[in-house]
């Protein structure tokens, strides 16, 4: 309860987006539509505009009343059912386990990031991510 009483703020100037962001996000941006899907909660809202993530990412879906945090498909399936797009054409890109285990039980596609995943389609550099997606998602 007091995570919902307690400004982020001073912590923001703290955060420093990872490498490749940018021109990665513009780069899908052409061919899919962006979401984010955190188990953040009131805090991902806030970050998306501070850093200018706006720009591409088109909806926000967080941990929140109802929605129960990942390895649970909650947050991925707000974002399929905004966009009224199918599990199989969509792409989810996590740098956890259970980002993955999420995944497959939203049953979508997957894209891990970093070295805290182990096996499967992983690339370890953020700009490599656009060429590890499946041919097909929207």
Do not use: W
Not at 88 to 109: M, P, Q, S
């Amino acid at each position: 309860a007091i995570a919902h009483e307690i400004s982020y703020e001073p912590f923001y100037q703290y955060m420093v987006p990872v490498a490749g962001l940018f021109d990665t996000l513009e780069r899908l941006a052409g061919s899919y539509t962006l979401a984010m899907a955190t188990n953040r909660s009131r805090t991902a809202a806030e970050l998306v505009p501070r850093f200018g993530l706006d720009r591409h990412i088109q909806f926000v879906s967080a941990v929140g009343p109802g929605v129960r945090p990942k390895p649970e498909p909650d947050i991925l399936m707000r974002c399929l059912d905004h966009f009224g797009v199918a599990a199989e054409e969509a792409v989810y890109v996590g740098d956890a386990e259970t980002d993955r285990e999420a995944a497959r039980r939203a049953g979508t596609h997957f894209v891990g990031f970093g070295d805290r995943i182990q096996d499967g389609p992983r690339v370890q550099e953020f700009s490599a991510i656009p060429d590890a997606f499946p041919a097909h998602g929207r």
